[in-house]
């Protein structure tokens, strides 16, 4: 059973910065993707980011660009979401999420096979 956990969630002030971290188990595949989802109350789930744990080659949403950094530690099945100046608009539970494919693709959640439970972010102002 494919396990996703999430972890390094939690309150930080307007312009902190936090790191979660997404472990996944229970799979046998060897080429697959990672995401970063986010959904805030009221509003529709959005991909924050994602990799390639076979290639590489990170992709964001605009709105992260520059701030977020998405990384994998292979060895250890991690995915990290490093989040640096962060803002009140950033707050929201924040999945992670797997597709068994190779590329990223266009961070739909309909592409993505697996989800984490989430973690909270909240930044105040």
């Known amino acids: 059973e494919v396990q996703l956990v999430e972890s390094g969630g939690g309150l930080v002030q307007a312009g902190g910065s936090l790191r979660l971290s997404c472990v996944a188990s229970?799979?046998?595949?060897?080429?697959?993707?990672i995401g970063w989802f986010r959904q805030a109350p009221g509003k529709a789930r959005e991909g924050v980011s994602c990799?390639?744990?076979?290639?590489?080659?990170?992709t964001y949403v605009g709105s992260v660009k520059g701030r977020f950094t998405i990384s994998s530690d292979n060895a250890k099945n991690t995915v990290y979401l490093q989040m640096n100046n962060l803002k009140p608009e950033d707050t929201a539970v924040y999945y992670c999420?797997?597709?068994?494919?190779?590329?990223?693709?266009?961070?739909?959640?309909?592409?993505?096979?697996?989800w984490g439970q989430g973690t909270q972010v909240t930044v105040s102002p």
């Open positions: 999420t797997l597709r068994t494919l190779t590329y990223c693709g266009g961070l739909h959640p309909d592409e993505y096979d697996y």
């Open positions: 229970g799979f046998r595949y060897e080429d697959y993707s």
């Open positions: 990799i390639s744990v076979t290639e590489g080659n990170p």
